[in-house]
């Protein structure tokens, strides 16, 4: 009874045993499985890709002020709405500038007049000299013909003495003429109206106001969305106080931020995927790098980390990726800035530079609003110079003659 109570026992034990053996060994396998699995998925796609959730939506944001001093009187344009590139977006008082203008025309018409009086100056002084030439003359031939008649004692010496004097007057007024007409040719040198230095300081002033008057209307620089309105009716606002901000979504990129350990392998051009929290896994973007950073956060921040101190842990640092986006898949699904993402780079072609090596062709961004077309105020200081010039004397007596003869006509 006892021995096959044992070899029951024994049995039991054995299979027991031979239970454990084989659920160890399924175990065993399922984790080799699995590691294989896991690391065909690793050397056939995961090493191919790089991926991080440190990644937010960035873009330009334009900040909109004003080039002149003045009183807000009129806002166009608020938050969220869309704007063109060259729409009125903020307006100030422009009642001194148009002063300024009107001040500034007055001044040339002045400056016009008075150079034309040093001119018709320059004329009399040539007259004047050329006068004062035939006086010496004149009193030069006196001379000659009394001393002629000096040696037959028909002229007393006292008339020669006076003669000499009148000739000796008349070369001191000769020297005076010439040296008053040389300094009005100083004055005007070789130049006409129009070009006079007095002239164009005066033209220069009346362009200077009107650019002043035009820039109290203030413009959008780009287009797109107002993102955010400081200016505030009836306030001061002063050149350089940003007004408003306009961002272009058109221009959104993603700022994504990986690992230093995964760089070594992204290069510029590389495709992204790109899954906005926003729109969830339903909309995904396809982008390409435009550029790596050129240094981490931590460096460029305002207290960078000083790592000489005996303090120093060593933290893995992140470097900024930009990730280009396709401006229909923007159009068709509007990005905001700072909006958090998920990226994936595409990294099984690195044959690419990570740095640019040729330097940017186009502007990143430009405007022509500030581009302002002066034939508006060229056209009013040509008139201005034109109504100021001076009215030949002849001209006015037969257009007066015209008139009286007109008037008695039945």
Do not use: C
Not at 134 to 144: E, G, K
Not at 257 to 262: I, R, S, T, Y
Not at 316 to 323: A, K
Request: aromatic share 4%.
């Amino acid at each position: 009874m006892d021995a096959s109570v044992a070899t029951t026992s024994s049995s039991a034990a054995s299979l027991k045993q031979r239970r454990r053996t084989r659920w160890l060994l399924i175990v065993v396998a399922a984790f080799v499985i699995i590691a294989i699995i896991a690391g065909g998925y690793w050397w056939l796609y995961a090493r191919n890709y790089e991926t991080t959730d440190d990644a937010y939506v960035a873009g330009d944001l334009v900040n909109v002020s004003s080039q002149v001093s003045g009183t807000v009187v009129a806002i166009d344009a608020d938050e969220t709405d869309f704007v063109q590139e060259g729409q009125e977006l903020v307006r100030l008082d422009d009642t001194d500038a148009r002063i300024a203008v009107h001040e500034a025309e007055d001044q040339l018409a002045k400056a016009v007049r008075q150079v034309h009086t040093v001119f018709t100056s320059r004329d009399e002084l040539s007259a004047v000299l050329a006068q004062r030439r035939a006086d010496l003359q004149r009193a030069q031939s006196d001379l000659d013909r009394r001393q002629s008649l000096g040696k037959s004692g028909a002229v007393s010496a006292e008339e020669i003495s006076h003669a000499r004097e009148a000739v000796d007057a008349a070369q001191q007024a000769l020297i005076a003429a010439e040296k008053n007409l040389a300094g009005g040719a100083a004055l005007l040198g070789r130049t006409g109206v129009s070009d006079n230095p007095d002239v164009q300081a005066a033209a220069v002033a009346v362009q200077r106001t009107w650019l002043t008057l035009r820039r109290t209307s203030i413009r959008a620089p780009v287009s797109g969305y107002i993102a955010r309105r400081s200016a505030q009716l009836g306030e001061r606002t002063t050149p350089g106080n940003p007004l408003l901000s306009i961002v272009p979504l058109d221009r959104l990129r993603v700022e994504a931020n990986f690992k230093e350990v995964q760089l070594n392998r992204m290069r510029i051009g590389q495709p992204v995927k790109i899954v906005a929290d926003i729109y969830g896994g339903r909309v995904e973007y396809k982008g390409t790098i435009a550029g790596l950073g050129l240094g981490t956060g931590a460096a460029f921040a305002l207290l960078p980390a000083q790592n000489a101190t005996g303090n120093w842990i060593k933290v893995v640092q992140r470097v900024p990726v930009r990730v280009a986006l396709d401006a229909q898949q923007l159009a068709a699904h509007p990005l905001r800035i700072g909006l958090s993402t998920h990226a994936t780079v595409d990294v099984r072609d690195d044959s690419g530079a990570q740095l640019a090596v040729v330097p940017r062709k186009q502007p990143v961004l430009s405007t022509g609003i500030y581009d302002i077309d002066m034939s508006e105020v060229t056209g009013r200081i040509a008139q201005i110079v034109a109504d100021n010039e001076p009215v030949d004397a002849s001209r006015t007596a037969t257009r007066n003659n015209k008139v009286r003869i007109s008037s008695r006509t039945p």
